[in-house]
């Protein structure tokens, strides 16, 4: 069982940054790949980023591709995302994901997951 927590959310105007940053604790957090998904209102939740258990493997969607930056510190149980440039249609809820099995973009790869932290973008 893994327990993760999102934080970092928050209100930016367009072009600000923001770090998301997700805290696991339970099991062995090095064990499992890490995604971030977002989930925008009235929306489906949508794949954002996702790193390999041991940070050799990246992948993102290409709306955030240059602009967002996951990463993560297996000695303190955590993922991050760096948000740069950030637009009016980044607004969504985060949510951080935890799997066993290397399937970046489905959602159903994905165990466990935080309860999301709002982002919301002004124009």
């Known amino acids: 069982q893994v327990q993760l927590v999102e934080s970092g959310g928050g209100l930016a105007q367009a072009g600000d940054s923001l770090r998301l940053s997700c805290a696991a604790s339970?099991?062995?957090?090095?064990?499992?790949?890490m995604d971030w998904f977002r989930q925008a209102p009235g929306k489906g939740r949508e794949f954002v980023a996702a790193?390999?258990?041991?940070?050799?493997?990246?992948n993102y969607a290409d709306s955030v591709k240059g602009r967002f930056t996951i990463s993560r510190d297996n000695a303190k149980n955590t993922v991050y995302l760096q948000m740069k440039s950030l637009k009016p249609e980044d607004t969504a809820v985060y949510y951080c994901?935890?799997?066993?099995?290397?399937?970046?973009?489905?959602?159903?790869?994905?165990?466990?997951w935080g309860q999301g932290t709002q982002v919301t973008v002004s124009s």
């Open positions: 994901a935890a799997g066993s099995h290397w399937d970046p973009r489905n959602r159903d790869a994905y165990d466990y």
């Open positions: 339970g099991r062995t957090f090095s064990s499992y790949h």
């Open positions: 790193i390999t258990m041991s940070s050799g493997i990246t």
